[in-house]
């Protein structure tokens, strides 16, 4: 009895004290429900790290866009896409650290009863703003992948969808997400949470509205009618300063510091010189940037040789003040948005003349980088080749297509003032044909003879989901890094 009698008080003991061992075993750290917020914050955070990193595992754009150059280790310069699974490691990053944190949180407002009714309105649109914009650079970077079967639990092997009707449906969430947001423009979101623009929705409209211009002009060879319809509905809303573009903001201690000095500073690393490429084309235009892009060797700008594996000491670096720790992050800049009107009005989706937006793009790119001396912008706009860009925009256009003229000075300029904005640079110069960038000399024994225009797909969707894999491989024409995206093309003649 005096065994049973111990056993029971044992047992009251432990009853009365399992909920404060399970406070005391909860990890706070890690908690088991993460507040809306935190997941947008977490998300923003990991797509803007992502889209800035120079790591070579993931983020070797500024490499394929040619304005940086390898020096130690040439590999990715060399194309070799697969010794490191970069395709494989962007891939996850984009689905599981950014898209599912975006979806999940979705989820928590959706069931969080005492949310204000504008709030939670205003919170799901910008959600869907990012998600959508995040999904567009899936798209431009594979072709077709999963999306109407993506971040589903109960749906193992997701079939991959065609990346034009991804595009689409893009569209119709886009127009969804501003017509919420114009809707509910008097009440709050996110505040700061939103580490993009401290949850203020006025300016949540402009980026929806350029990012639909972007989407628009994008597949503007391809697809005329849906790029005029998109451009001459947003260009009224789009940004209209620097002050309007997306900025993401690091801060000078860990860890929400720029990936660029974590992986250069931090790392104490010296794997990378600017390109030649690059510093060859704003030698030839004096380009006023070139001292806020790169440091000076012996009084000039030198870049390294793209593919080889060049001498750190023999270059010019990256200028200090893009190694900082709290370098900003533009997601979508103000000069971009320039440099697409430019182009819808050389294609008559929109009646202006495209010289005066393609002014103001350069202009824009200038002041982003500290360069507001008007001696320095006149002397630039009357370089021989930018004049010449200047005149080929000179009248607005019609018929929706471009001339070789407009393309080249449209594809230039931009390559230029998308420095440190690397996967768009790659973007733009896919599908404006300029510049005309060469793979690695043949010596370098690259492993394609042109530069790549997409990544092929991760090992493990080919390990885990070969049919979905397979069907998509054969649609887009072949999973090759030679394999061109849907809006890649140039109309007939051109």
């Given at each position: 009895m005096k065994k049973i009698f111990a056993f029971l008080m044992l047992a009251l003991v432990f009853v009365g004290c399992t909920d404060e061992w399970e406070e005391d075993l909860r990890d706070p750290k890690n908690p088991t429900a993460v507040p809306a917020p935190m997941l947008f914050s977490n998300a923003q955070r990991n797509l803007v790290d992502q889209m800035v990193t120079p790591n070579v595992n993931s983020g070797i754009f500024r490499l394929i866009s040619q304005h940086w150059a390898n020096t130690t280790y040439p590999e990715e310069s060399r194309y070799d896409l697969v010794s490191r699974n970069i395709p494989q490691n962007f891939w996850f990053t984009l689905y599981r650290d950014v898209l599912m944190d975006f979806r999940e949180a979705s989820i928590v407002i959706n069931e969080d009863q005492a949310l204000n009714a504008a709030v939670k309105a205003n919170q799901l649109a910008i959600i869907e703003v990012m998600e959508v914009y995040t999904w567009s650079v899936l798209v431009n970077t594979f072709g077709d992948i999963p999306y109407s079967e993506a971040l589903n639990r109960d749906i193992i092997y997701p079939s991959y969808d065609d990346d034009a009707a991804i595009y689409e449906d893009l569209f119709a969430r886009l127009d969804a997400a501003i017509a919420t947001l114009n809707q509910n423009s008097g009440a709050a979101s996110f505040g700061g949470a939103d580490l993009i623009y401290g949850g203020n929705v006025a300016r949540w409209i402009m980026y929806a509205n350029s990012l639909k211009l972007k989407l628009g002009m994008t597949v503007a060879d391809v697809n005329p009618s849906r790029a005029q319809q998109a451009a001459s509905e947003a260009a009224p809303n789009v940004f209209k300063s620097t002050a309007d573009q997306a900025v993401f903001r690091y801060t000078a201690t860990t860890p929400n510091v720029n990936p660029v000095?974590?992986?250069?500073?931090?790392?104490?690393?010296?794997?990378?010189?600017p390109s030649a490429t690059l510093i060859n084309r704003m030698n030839e235009l004096n380009d006023p940037r070139r001292?806020?892009?790169?440091?000076?060797?012996?009084?000039?700008?030198?870049g390294g040789?793209?593919?080889?594996?060049?001498?750190?000491?023999?270059?010019?670096?990256?200028?200090?003040?893009?190694?900082?720790?709290?370098?900003?992050?533009?997601?979508?800049?103000?000069?971009?948005?320039?440099?697409?009107?430019?182009e819808a009005a050389a294609r008559g989706f929109i009646s202006a003349v495209p010289a005066d937006h393609f002014r103001r793009a350069i202009t824009a790119s200038m002041e982003i980088w500290?360069?507001?001396?008007?001696?320095?912008?006149?002397?630039?706009?009357?370089?021989?080749?930018?004049?010449?860009?200047?005149?080929?925009?000179?009248?607005p256009g019609s018929g929706g297509t471009l001339t070789d003229a407009q393309r080249r000075a449209l594809g230039v300029q931009k390559w230029i003032a998308l420095y440190e904005r690397p996967f768009h640079a790659w973007t733009e110069f896919r599908r404006l044909d300029y510049p005309q960038l060469q793979a690695p000399d043949p010596q370098y024994r690259p492993a394609y003879n042109v530069v790549p225009v997409?990544?092929?797909?991760?090992?493990?969707?080919?390990?885990?989901?070969?049919?979905?894999?397979?069907?998509?491989?054969?649609?887009?024409?072949?999973?090759?890094?030679?394999?061109?995206?849907?809006?890649?093309?140039r109309p007939a003649g051109q």
């Open positions: 000095w974590t992986n250069l500073v931090q790392s104490g690393r010296n794997d990378f010189v001292a806020a892009y790169f440091t000076q060797l012996n009084g000039a700008y030198v040789i793209y593919g080889n594996n060049n001498t750190y000491a023999n270059f010019s670096k990256v200028n200090p003040t893009i190694t900082a720790p709290d370098r900003p992050a533009i997601v979508l800049g103000y000069d971009e948005v320039e440099f697409y009107l430019a500290g360069i507001t001396d008007a001696a320095a912008l006149t002397s630039y706009f009357a370089q021989p080749d930018v004049a010449a860009g200047l005149a080929a925009l000179a009248a997409r990544y092929p797909y991760p090992p493990t969707e080919r390990t885990l989901n070969p049919d979905a894999v397979n069907a998509a491989a054969t649609a887009i024409g072949g999973d090759e890094a030679t394999t061109r995206i849907f809006w890649d093309v």
